[in-house]
């Protein structure tokens, strides 16, 4: 349903269920369509008619109105079918997962339950079979069938989704999958989306061996591409007529299609298929009814996390732009200057203005391993999405970096002109979300992971912001993210910063707060941050012109002197190019904190 609403002109980001209301006739009619191809069963135009995502489209009111609306459509086209031997066309409620993927929030198990519960009961009265598709790992599917049980008394059909490996995106395998189902009055298991018929045969057969129940399989048509404001599957028809008579010798009774897939498919597969009976099935040596364990919950909950800053101790953290063009020499240098002077760790930056550099991950691996040192990296989001943001830190977490701030990040100089139009799909919410999922297992699809993380998640704050009230908001919907401690912004106005400060402590944002300071920094980038950001307060001290040694460590004592007391460090942005100055500036400002 989905791949022939698109190519009839919805647009991507439009709610699919929606159009049971606002566009029936259009749904209707692609129930017709195939139905005249050779369907037996219609699944409802209900996939994601949940509360979780409706409500994305501010449609959360409207479930039973939507999943009623579509079933009633999918009916009157089953209706309209002429006898057929094997029976009237039946009815299938569609029911896709309680949360999207990816999950940019972590829904409680109880909330998710709820959603689904509250879709079921508004199709039950309205269709011949549930079809409960699409899920990523076992245990969700099996929370899902547990609801729709308890809500009805209707057929389930119970689908996972497999990878190229055979395996579900938590890793479970089809025989694993079967043995679990088959402990729940089921009427059948199988498979479907994310992939094509070649991935699927050894799934079906691996799921036919080991259960006795029926098993249904549903392809995807291929890999699906973008292509301007449509997404493009290969016209395979012939294909999947082809491969649906190897579906039923490998086990499988009833056979379908998911993405990409059209009447055309289904045709196809009619066609085939005439005449064709079940495989004769061997039953199963192993027994029936393996129950799931859930996962143990992670040894040290992520809210035991929140340990850096240390209680009591003021932290100096000397903050240093990664290098430039893979040349290390220099960084590492500077790096084992920094913690002879006293640092507590460093804070690995992005270059301002951005320019080709080793990434802050590798320059944080090699700090920790050839300096010593505890790092804190910074990760930015922008024109990045969540399955490569997650990789890099999995991959940051397994080479012993823990310490992380998140950035929505700015757009970069392309060629002639900024790409501030550049599309960002995540932004620090949802990396911090991203981060707070992996700390309890959990990854950016929501699916479970073997082990989580142990990142502790800085986020940032601007003290320099214009709209003060937004800011703090965003603050606090940071920290309820996830997040265990915030950084500032450069402050150059530090009564300002305090106010800023005091204002996060009465709404209740209690983490600690790091403040970024940058007294070495170029007065001309300092005066253009000032002067040409939008939607930032203008420092007059910043016009000031370049400042000495003892002048900029003067003033760097000043700063945490007005700002100590709110919060529990200072991140010191340092320049390679005045290197003996920031390691003497790093020295003063740890004697200044022992002696204080």
């Excluded at 689908?159 to 089921?186: H, I, K, N, W």
């Excluded at 028809?237 to 990409?260: H, K, M, N, R």
Aim: net charge negative; glycine share 10%; charged share 20%.
């Amino acid at each position: 349903m989905g791949t022939m609403l698109h190519t009839a002109g919805v647009p991507l980001d439009r709610s699919l269920s929606e159009l049971n209301l606002s566009r029936p006739a259009l749904v209707a009619d692609l129930h017709k369509a195939y139905v005249a191809a050779g369907a037996r069963l219609l699944q409802t135009n209900t996939f994601d008619a949940n509360r979780l995502r409706l409500g994305q489209r501010g449609l959360e009111e409207n479930v039973a109105e939507i999943n009623i609306a579509g079933a009633r459509l999918a009916r009157q086209a089953a209706e309209t079918a002429s006898e057929h031997p094997d029976g009237p066309v039946l009815v299938a409620g569609s029911v896709g997962p309680a949360l999207s993927a990816p999950a940019l929030t972590r829904v409680p198990a109880e909330t998710r339950a709820a959603t689904l519960r509250e879709q079921i009961d508004a199709l039950a009265d309205w269709v011949d079979v549930l079809v409960l598709e699409t899920f990523g790992d076992l245990e969700s599917l099996v929370q899902a069938v547990e609801v729709a049980l308890s809500t009805c008394d209707l057929p389930v059909i119970a689908q996972l989704t497999f990878g190229d490996d055979g395996c579900t995106l938590r890793g479970e395998d089809p025989a694993t999958a079967a043995s679990v189902l088959g402990g729940y009055d089921v009427a059948a298991i199988g498979a479907n989306c994310t992939v094509g018929p070649a991935a699927l045969h050894d799934v079906i057969a691996e799921f036919a061996a080991a259960t006795s129940l029926p098993v249904s399989v549903q392809p995807n048509a291929g890999v699906p591409r973008r292509l301007g404001g449509q997404v493009r599957y290969a016209r395979n028809a012939s294909y999947f007529g082809e491969a649906a008579p190897g579906f039923v010798a490998s086990g499988a009774t009833l056979i379908g299609g998911c993405c990409g897939t059209t009447p055309a498919h289904v045709r196809a597969i009619a066609s085939a298929l005439d005449g064709m009976g079940p495989a004769v099935r061997i039953p199963p040596s192993r027994s029936r009814g393996l129950r799931l364990v859930p996962p143990a919950p992670a040894e040290h909950p992520a809210r035991d996390l929140a340990g850096w800053p240390p209680p009591g101790r003021f932290v100096v953290v000397p903050g240093l732009p990664t290098p430039r063009d893979q040349h290390v020499d220099t960084f590492v240098e500077l790096a084992a200057a920094l913690r002879d002077a006293g640092a507590d760790r460093i804070a690995v930056t992005e270059p301002e203005p951005p320019r080709t550099s080793v990434s802050p991950v590798a320059a944080g691996v090699v700090a920790r391993e050839r300096v010593g040192i505890e790092v804190m990296f910074s990760i930015e989001a922008v024109d990045r999405g969540l399955p490569a943001l997650q990789a890099d830190l999995l991959g940051a977490h397994a080479l012993g970096l823990r310490t992380v701030i998140c950035r929505t990040g700015s757009a970069r100089v392309a060629g002639d002109y900024p790409d501030a139009g550049m599309q960002t799909t995540v932004d620090s919410l949802g990396l911090i979300s991203l981060l707070a999922g992996l700390n309890v297992g959990v990854d950016c699809h929501g699916v479970a992971i073997r082990d989580a993380t142990r990142f502790v998640v800085g986020a940032g704050i601007r003290t320099a912001a214009l709209d003060v009230g937004t800011e703090v908001d965003r603050a606090l919907a940071k920290v309820r993210a996830g997040a265990h401690f915030l950084v500032t912004d450069v402050v150059y106005d530090a009564h300002r910063a305090g106010r800023m400060l005091s204002l996060l402590r009465d709404r209740g944002v209690v983490v600690p707060v790091l403040v970024s300071i940058a007294p070495h920094a170029d007065q001309r980038l300092l005066r253009a941050q000032s002067r040409e950001t939008p939607g930032v307060v203008s420092a007059p001290s910043v016009v000031a012109g370049a400042q000495t040694p003892a002048a900029a460590t003067k003033r760097a004592l000043e700063m945490v002197a007005v700002l100590g007391g709110l919060a529990a460090g200072v991140v010191v942005r340092l320049s390679y190019e005045r290197a003996a100055e920031a390691v003497g500036l790093v020295r003063s400002l740890v004697a200044a904190r022992d002696t204080a």
